[in-house]
Structure formats: C-alpha cells, structure tokens
C-alpha cells in the first residue's frame, strides 16, 4: 500500500511542476522539511542562542531569519567590499559566545570574506583574479525595533589591514578565484578559530611565479598600490606548508585583537607574527568545519581550544574530513587523500625560497580521517566501513565536494546518531554520518543517511532543538532545510497555479491533488489567495483577482494528527511579465579559450517599458556548478572566458539575463557556452533505436531503409536528395499515432561527468504521407527516466508553421542544429508529433554532442583519418562490394562501433564481389610519411559460412618502397575471432613500435564467397605526453633556413625519425646531436647544439631538398628526463656561404 501511495503521487506529479519530495530519501521517520523562502547566493547558516538564523550571502550580505521569516533590513551590507568573483566572497560568520544583540562586548559578529580590489569596485581592473585577499572583521549587532543590525561604527578589522601603499602584510592570500576562505568557529576557551584556504590555482600545479601583481613587490600601473601579499608567499599551494602564511590553514586568534596566542604550537614571541596565529597547516580548501562539542579547555593559556573536524575540498583526486588537533600537519600539496602528489613531490629546485615536500614538514603530518575518491566508490579510506542506514555493508562512495558538518543536539535523533558527525559532498548532494573515536581520531563506520535535492554548502546545529540544518543550492537559488525526526512525518504539498500572471480579471486554476501524506493519513487542504478571500478547502480549486496586486497564493495540507506541510506560489494580478531576450551569446554558442565575450540583451515589460538588466555566469566543472563567477548590471558587460580545470576537464558556462518589474515580477532568459575541445561526438558507440522498434513488426514498412544503423553513418546527402537507402522513416500505416522518435542510446559506459547539450538532425525525404515533425523536442534518458530538454534552441528554424498545414511535404535531407541545456544520461532521442497524411518522420543522421572530459589520450595517436585506405578490392573490376554491407570504404574508420551480435550491414564493409576471385584479401592504411607504428585495432563485421571471416591473419607493414613484410611480434588480444562467430568482434593488435609507411591485414578469406569483412579498422602511432615531445627552437640560418621535425613522438628504447626539409636541393649533409643547446654565431651562420661533445651523423638530401634520419634511442631508465639537442645541416659547393642551417629541436627523453 505504502508503494502504492507513492506511485500515485509520482504519476500525478507529471502533469505538473513537481518534484521528488525530500521526505522519501531518509532513513524510517526522518524527514527534511523547507524552513523560510529560496534565497539567492546564501552559502553559510549560523545561529544565535536564541535560534535566530543568520543567513550569508556570497556578495557580501548577512539575512536575519526568524521562525522562518526573514527581516526586512540586512544584518550587514558589505557588498561594496567584497569580491564575490567566482568562489571568493563572504564565506565565514561566527558570533561572540553567549551573544546578545545588545551593542555590548556580548554582541560581536565575526565575518570572513575576500576583499574587492579596490573598497567599491568589485574586479574593477582584476580581470585575472590576482589582485586579492581576505579579511577578517567585526561588527557589534544593536537591536532597532524588532531588527538586528551592526553598528557600522563599532567595525574592527582583525586581519587584512590595507596600507597606505596597498600592502597587507597580515592578509589570507587569495591569488586565485577559489578556496580563499572558509569557517569561523570559538574554541571551548573563547579564542576564535579561522579555517583558510591556500589561495592558489586549481588549474595547474602551482609553484609560485603566476600571480605577480598580488604581491607586494609589483607596483600597479593604474592605482599606483603595491599587490596586497607578501613576495615570500609567491609559493602558489605551498603556501599551505609556510608558516610565513596564514593561507591554508586554522589560525586561532584573540577574537578582541586577531593577533597570535603563546599557547599555539608556532608561537614565535611575536604576537603579531603570521606563525604565531597558526593552528594547524597543510590544507587546500578547509570551507566548512566545525567543533567538537565537549572538548576543550576553557583556559586560553592551555592551548587546548577543542578538537574540530573539518572537509577539506580536493584537488583532482580525493576528498578529505580532517580531525584537528593541535599542531596538525595535514601534507597538502605534497599528499591529497592518503596519497602523495607526484606533480608537487617533482617540484625540487636547488636552495627552495620556501618549505617545499622535501623540506622537513612543520608540525605533525596527519593523515585525514575520512577520504573518498572522486571517481572510485571502491577506494574510500580507511576501508571495510561504509555502511546503509540500518548498518549493512556497503562498497564505499565517491564525491568531488567534501562540507564539514554538524553534531546533533541530545535528544533530537534516537540514540544510534549521538556522537555522530552529519557531512556533505556538494556535487554528489548527499548527507552521511560519521561514528568515530574521538580520542584516537580515527573513523568507525560511515553511514548513508540522504541524498539531496540540491548540493549541500553548510550544516549547523540548531541550538534550541538540536536538529541539524543545511543549506542547499542550486545555481545561485538556496534553500535552508532542517532534519527532523518524529513518529509522524509532514505532508507534502505539491501544487500548480495557472496563469501567474495576466490582465484582469484574472482566473487561475489550483491544482493541489498531487500532494500527499508519506505516512498515509488522510489530507484536508487549504487554499489561501492572499486577498483576504474565503479559504478553498478542495485539493482543485479555482480564484477571481479582480484588483491588481501580487499575492501569495498559499496550499497548506494537513493530516489527521495536525502536521501540515506548505506550498506557496506568488500569482501578479493585472501585471505581465517582462520579455526577456538574449542576443549574444546565443544558446549553445561554441568557444575557444581565451574570449572576451560582449554579453547583449534587453527587457521589456508591457507596463513599465524598459527594465534594467541584471546579468549573471554560472560555471559548470565537472559535475558540479559554480554559481555566480561573474555579474553585472551594466548594459552591456564584457566577461574573460578561460579555460577551467586541468587540461581536458569538463566545463562550461551559463549566462542568465533576469529583470524585474516594479511589482516585483522578474523573469529570465539563460544560454548555455560549450568549448568545442569539450563537444564529443559518442553517437559511434550509441545504438540507434526509434518507436518502429515498439510497433509490430519491429521494422519500418516505408521506402527508406529498413536499418536503423544508417542515421549514423556519418553520409549527408545533399539537400533536396531523392535517395532513399540514405535515410530511415518510421512509416508503419500510422501504427505510432501522434507520438513518434528516433535516437541513439549509449552501450558504452559514458563519463559521469559528461551531459548531453545537443544534436545534428538531417531529415531525410519528404513524401506527401509524412517525413517530417509538425513538433518536436529532446530527450533524454537517466536512470530509465526520459526527460524532456530545457531551452531548445534549433538552427536553421524548423518550418514548424508550414508543417502543420494540409499537404506540407517541403524539402528533404535538411540538416539542424538543435541546443539545449546539459542533462545527463545514458541515452538521447529527438520525439514529436509525426507530419503528414500518414504520420511518420524520416532521418537521414543523427549525431549526439555530448560535453565531456577528454578521454586519457594513452599511449597510442589514432592516424587513421591521415592515411589513404587501401585493399585488394580496389584493383578488381569492378572496384567496389557487390555484396549486401556499405559501399563506402569510409565506413572502416567512420567511428560507428556496433555491439558484439549486431546483425546491421550498413555498419560494416565487406569485400563480397562477383565475380568472385580466389587467393588472398586484404585491407588497411598508407601513410605519405613514415609513421611510428604501435597498434592496429579491428573490428570485424558479419560473418558467416559463405564469408565475412578468415581462415588465417596476419599483420603487414609497408616500406618506403612500397614493399610489404610480415610484422612479426603482433599479438592478437584476445585472440583472433572466430570464423564464423558472433557478428562484430574485436580485436587488437600489439607489437614492438616500427616505423613504416602502411599496416595492413592480410590472409585467407573464409568461406564459400571468399570476402572479408570489416566494421572498424583503426590504426595508431607512439604518444607522448607534451613534456616528452618534440619542440622546436631557435631558427634556421645560413644560404637557406631548413625545417627539422620529428617524424613521430618517441621514448627511450624506441626508434627515432626526423626530417629535414627546404634545402636547395640535393647534397650532403650532417645531423648535429648533443646534450647541451646554444646560439653560436659562425661564419654567418648559428650554431644551437653545443659544439662540445656533439655527434655529427651524414645526412643524403634528395633533389626535392628532403632528407630523413632514423635511429633507436637507448633504454637506460636511468636517462628519463634528459634532453637531446638536434639541428642538421647541408653543405653546398662554395663553403662556407653556401651553408644551410635547421631551426634546432630539443627532445625530452621519458619511458613510454
């Protein structure tokens, strides 16, 4: 019955705006219940004794909320301060101990938060994010009627005192735009504990030397003020380890002065001193913590303020909570997670300027107390202790966003939570709980509690009922929730109010009926107008406005033992809403970085004309969104795109246009920018599906080809195109109704943080009975769900008017673009309401975009697109299949994969001729230029008695003669398929690196027909990462300035090729090899290789002024990350004029 119940509101909530209730994802009688309004940009909560909730806002405002009403008037405004660019802003509120908002010394507000530029302009000239700090100050709170408010003039800066001359020479560094600040928190003694993060890039490995106008020693050319941090700082995340830096740290301060303690464990006798104010050490983005309650002395003298557990934020592999204690070293950058760094373990310079990972750490190096991956559920450390709710074993959990969290208070959960510690991870929006030894520090058991609706930034104890309470947000939308516990659970109300707007008289409708009671008790229901109307007492009830204001319609349901959940919806009487359009970027505007992008839009409201504009960019990394990087309420703001992330990181950015009116409607527009190196194309490994496969028969009855397989193979026929084996339509007598589709579904494990946001389209032709849409839209498939995509925008337009009228056939094999916003999933379709007399569509491709991290480029370079296919077929008559599979040689490397069984001949090309011949088949790639060969991949396509397999294989290699050997040492993986076997193995071929000019397979047919077959044939060189390429230097020089290159990448223990191009023609010459480079200017010539200890090998260039050079490097390891310098020459008759000179190329030597 229960499941019952449920499935009855999920079914109601698809006709309406609705969404999962928080309720059903916690553990038996817990539930997560909305307190106060969604709010824009809050990220942090605190509480007063009393209960009043003090809300943060990134920008630099803190809310007072009551009983779930939020005051009027701001605590505080600093948003003239702060610098609330990307993750920086106003992050940490900590309130004096028995806090009184009385004006005394008992009512001190503490706030941490980034510092703007310049006071008054918030990036005003600091485009690239260097020229910041953080700050710490407080503020009195006095009482003014019923409001809380801060005495402006009690303001006492604690930390970050700006000189005359820019410097701040007791600032928190803030190089970068992320991981500047974080929570404030009192110790059991009332010294006030400050959680910092290291300031640094995110980006790259930073060591220092990227950010010089942030530092003291650079003057800067338009304000004349020196940067705000120390030059000895100049150390990126090392700072984290550097004692001379309060970044990356938890300082413990006197809260009256901000100045260091003699009871902390780096007191230097100085109590203005940066290592006297340090705690603990060696953290990248400690953002939340909190204490753990009971411990601790109440004698600052002691040195012991209490224990604390803070989520330090991770870099690209781990997430950390840290139990901190005094003096605790915490390794980063050196260690993430249990793990060391190999980037920052390789940063070894002679006679460091600062503590670097070889240096003898300060402190004590701690290891974290909870660590989890960001991709392998498996690998949560320690092991063995992650369970569900109820304690049975589970395998672990990754996430990407560690929040510190919160202690119930005694008596608000049943007993199994006391002690318990509630955390986050704000990109997987869970909840756990954490049992531990608070005396050893170390982890027992780590529990599933919930799954959020949003991701978690902050969770506080409320200090009257002990519940726990959180912050979520989505974008820049936040809501604060409270987790209560109770034998009877809340209703949930689930409502519609339409219109929302309009002229009057204004008639809404109310639709409540998809609420309901978890605990399935009855409801009654209320409906209040918000006009001092009769309340509405049905679950469907209808409204008049006949005066014009904005009111708020509230639904309130109530079950039989009194509990009452809400639901509000404001409705604008005689008000339109503003109109909203964005003009530049438009939605799915593709980007290369770096771009300055001009943002160009407008609103206009139907009653108050022109509205200001308020612009907003939200950050997509990964799987999680950074909201508001950037804003602005100018007309027309430019805004830098950089790339984000490491190389090959997933990213992009929303832009948001809103304007209100003056009755306090606003409305929105967005658009979504991709980076086109981001846009992947996985429709190869997507298996096309369409509703003909749910009809019966299972196969379209139309003129165009029955397989599916040929809307992704890659062949665009030209517009107006009367083929109809290029396209597939769906007619079947009609049998599909009004609903019809077709796309594609991955059977290949996409990256979790990949999103679809787009798709080409070309129909295919137009018949008098159907082909077309008359509607259209995306969807897209997560967890078995379809969800249908937001923001469609599609280029061309579809001619949706003229394919609504009688006898509408148009022109086929157009093609359209269709964007959207990002939605995850594993599958994609394009569905809408088939057009014509019949009703079907027609498609001729489609190709999914999907945004994605770059794969891991390995160690292999595909270079079959570069290479000229060849094979037997080619010199029979005719040239071509006369078999059933594609005619298109393209087809081998089109990148369409079929899954292992596939009966599609579209996908696979077969050499099947008649007549038919004896002998051997073959089939690969030439290359123009030798290519340092190391893999051949195959995919064979259908086989059968009659042909398709081969009785024997083998692997050939061409020469720059044309000849072709056997290439011995190539191992099938896993073995050769199958003569006749399932359609579509694999197999992949390894061997010893050669360089060669063409790979083919060649062999013996099998069969009766004697023909091959081949779905895919990739062929690959040696890769190298950059750092172990080849680069080029210097110049050319002498009668002609001659080209040296390096034929491939290469490793020690493999072959080496160069080429030598642009001499005047045939002749001798050398290849100068050394360890060292130069620049010697000789007889009019320069020499880049050092003349001592060079090696001088001959060199034949040909007419054409070409000349090649081979060899095998040595495969001692021990020469890993040793340089060869390379320049050749050629000599001419009148020596020494006649001389050419190579440009000189340094290569890096690295294993392979």
Same mark, same amino acid.
């Given at each position: ?815 359209? #673009? ?171 071929? #390894? ?162």
């Amino acid at each position: 019955m229960p499941a019952l119940r449920r499935a009855a509101a999920l079914i109601a909530c698809l006709g309406i705006p609705c969404a999962l209730p928080a309720s059903a994802q916690w553990p038996l009688h817990f539930e997560s219940l909305p307190v106060g309004p969604a709010l824009a940009h809050v990220n942090g909560l605190v509480f007063a004794p009393d209960g009043t909730a003090l809300l943060l806002e990134k920008p630099g405002l803190v809310r007072v909320m009551r009983d779930g009403v939020l005051q009027s008037a701001p605590l505080v405004d600093l948003r003239d301060e702060v610098n609330n660019d990307w993750d920086r802003g106003l992050l940490g509120l900590a309130l004096q101990p028995g806090f009184v908002p009385n004006g005394t010394d008992s009512a001190w507000a503490y706030l941490l938060y980034t510092v703007a530029p310049v006071f008054g302009q918030d990036s005003a000239y600091n485009q690239n994010q260097q020229y910041s700090f953080s700050r710490l100050t407080r503020y009195r709170v006095v009482t003014q009627g019923s409001d809380w408010v801060v005495d402006a003039g009690s303001r006492q800066i604690l930390l970050g005192h700006q000189l005359a001359d820019g410097s701040v020479p007791d600032g928190i560094a803030s190089l970068h735009n992320s991981h500047s600040n974080g929570s404030l928190w009192f110790g059991s003694d009332g010294t006030l504990l400050i959680a910092t993060g290291d300031g640094a890039h995110y980006d790259l490995t930073d060591t220092g030397g990227f950010d010089n106008p942030g530092f003291d020693d650079w003057l800067h050319p338009q304000t004349g003020k020196l940067g705000p941090t120390p030059a000895l700082q100049d150390s990126g995340a090392f700072r984290s380890q550097d004692l001379r830096s309060l970044a990356g740290k938890i300082l413990r301060v006197d809260p009256t002065t901000g100045l260091g303690l003699p009871s902390n464990p780096f007191w230097d006798g100085n109590a203005a001193g940066l290592p006297s104010r340090v705690w603990a050490l060696g953290l990248r983005n400690p953002f939340r913590g909190t204490p753990l309650p009971g411990s601790g002395s109440s004698d600052p003298s002691a040195g012991d303020p209490g224990l604390a557990i803070v989520g330090d934020v991770g870099w690209n592999v781990w997430e950390e909570l840290d139990f901190v204690r005094r003096g605790d070293n915490f390794g980063w950058p050196c260690r993430e997670g249990f793990a060391t760094l190999g980037s920052y373990q390789a940063f070894q310079p002679p006679n460091p300027a600062f503590p670097i990972c070889s240096t003898t750490p300060a402190g004590t190096l701690r290891d974290p107390l909870l660590a989890w991956h960001h991709t392998n559920a498996g690998a949560l450390a320690p092991a063995g202790l992650h369970f569900d709710a109820d304690g049975n074993p589970l395998n672990g959990f990754a996430g990407n966003c560690a929040i510190g969290g919160a202690f119930p208070g005694p008596g608000a959960y049943p007993s199994a939570y006391a002690g318990r510690l509630f955390f986050g991870d704000y990109t997987r929006k869970f909840i756990r709980t954490l049992a531990f030894d608070a005396v050893s520090g170390l982890a027992q058991g780590v529990y599933d509690f919930g799954t959020t609706s949003a991701g978690v930034v902050d969770l506080e104890t409320h200090p009257l009922t002990g519940e726990v309470w959180y912050v979520e947000l989505a974008g820049q939308s936040a809501q604060v929730r409270r987790i209560r516990y109770g034998a009877n659970l809340t209703p949930i109300a689930l409502a519609s109010v339409t219109p929302s707007s309009g002229p009057l008289p204004l008639q809404i409708a109310c639709d409540g009926s998809a609420s309901f009671d978890t605990d399935q008790d009855p409801l009654s229901y209320a409906w209040d107008f918000g006009d001092g109307s009769p309340l509405a007492t049905t679950p469907l009830a209808a409204h008049t406005y006949a005066n014009a204001g904005a009111y708020a319609v509230r639904l309130d349901v109530t079950d039989t033992l009194g509990a009452t959940g809400s639901w509000t919806q404001m409705v604008y009487a005689g008000n339109a809403p503003p109109q909203i359009a964005i003009s530049s970027p438009l939605q799915g505007t593709l980007f290369e970085a770096p771009l300055v992008l001009t943002l160009t839009g407008s609103a206009l409201d139907p009653e108050d004309g022109p509205l200001a504009l308020n612009w907003s960019i939200d950050l997509l990394h990964g799987d999680h969104l950074h909201p508001g990087v950037f804003t602005s309420s100018d007309a027309q703001p430019n805004f830098t795109i950089d790339s984000h992330g490491e190389p090959g990181e997933s990213y992009a950015y929303r832009v948001r246009l809103s304007a209100t009116d003056s009755q306090g409607l606003a409305q929105s527009a967005s658009a979504w920018l991709y980076p086109s190196a981001n846009l992947l194309d996985p429709s190869g490994t997507m298996q096309p599906i369409t509703r003909v496969q749910q009809l019966s028969p299972p196969v379209a009855q139309g003129l165009g080809n029955k397989d599916p397989e040929v809307f992704r193979d890659l062949i665009e026929p030209a517009v107006g195109s009367t083929a109809n084996d290029k396209q597939f339509d769906s007619a079947h007598g009609g049998d599909q109704g009004q609903d019809d589709w077709v796309g594609l579904a991955a059977y290949v494990a996409l990256d979790r943080e990949s999103a679809f946001v787009g798709l080409r389209f070309q129909e295919g032709r137009h018949y008098a009975d159907g082909g077309w849409f008359e509607a259209l839209w995306v969807e897209v498939r997560e967890n078995g769900e379809w969800r249908k995509a937001e923001n469609l925008r599609i280029t061309p337009d579809y001619p949706f008017a003229l394919a609504q009228q009688s006898g509408f056939d148009g022109v086929g094999y157009q093609t359209y #673009e269709l964007w959207f916003d990002p939605l995850h999933g594993d599958a994609i379709r394009l569905r809408g309401t088939p057009g014509g007399s019949t009703g079907y569509v027609s498609c001729a491709e489609l190709r999914a975009r999907l945004l994605s991290p770059l794969p891991d480029p390995g160690k292999h370079r595909d270079i079959s697109a570069a290479a000229t296919i060849v094979a037997h077929i080619f010199g029979l008559t005719p040239p071509n299949p006369t078999g059933s599979g594609s005619k298109d040689p393209e087809t081998i490397r089109n990148g369409t994969r079929p899954q292992l069984g596939s009966t599609s001949a579209l996908a696979q090309y077969d050499t099947q001729h008649l007549p038919k011949w004896s002998g051997a088949d073959w089939i690969g790639y030439t290359w123009s230029a030798p290519r340092l060969l190391s893999r051949l991949e195959y995919l064979e396509g259908l086989t059968f008695t009659s042909g398709g397999g081969w009785n024997s294989l083998r692997v050939e290699t061409q020469d720059g003669n044309g000849i072709w050997t056997l290439l011995l040492g190539a191992v099938a993986q896993p073995g050769l398929p199958p003569q006749v076997g399932p359609h579509y193995e694999s197999v992949s071929f #390894e061997f010893a690196p050669r360089f060669a000019h063409g790979i083919r397979l060649n062999g013996d047919p099998h069969g009766s027909l004697n023909y091959i077959s081949v779905g895919e044939l990739r062929a690959f060189e040696v890769q190298q990462p950059a750092p172990c390429a080849a680069a080029s230097y210097g110049a050319g020089s002498g009668a002609a300035a001659l080209q040296l290159s390096a034929l491939s990448d290469t490793a020690l223990g493999l072959p080496i090729g160069l080429q030598v191009s642009g001499a005047g023609g045939a002749g001798p010459g050398l290849l100068l090899t050394g360890s060292a480079q130069a620049s010697l200017a000789l007889l009019g010539v320069t020499l880049l290789v050092d003349p001592a200890g060079w090696v001088a090998l001959p060199l034949s260039f040909d007419a054409s002024g070409r000349a090649q050079a081979f060899g095998q490097l040595g495969g001692d390891p021990l020469l890993a990350g040793s340089k060869l310098y390379f320049q050749a020459a050629r000599f001419g008759a009148a020596f020494p004029g006649s001389v050419e000179l190579s440009n000189g190329l340094a290569l890096t030597l690295c294993g392979w």
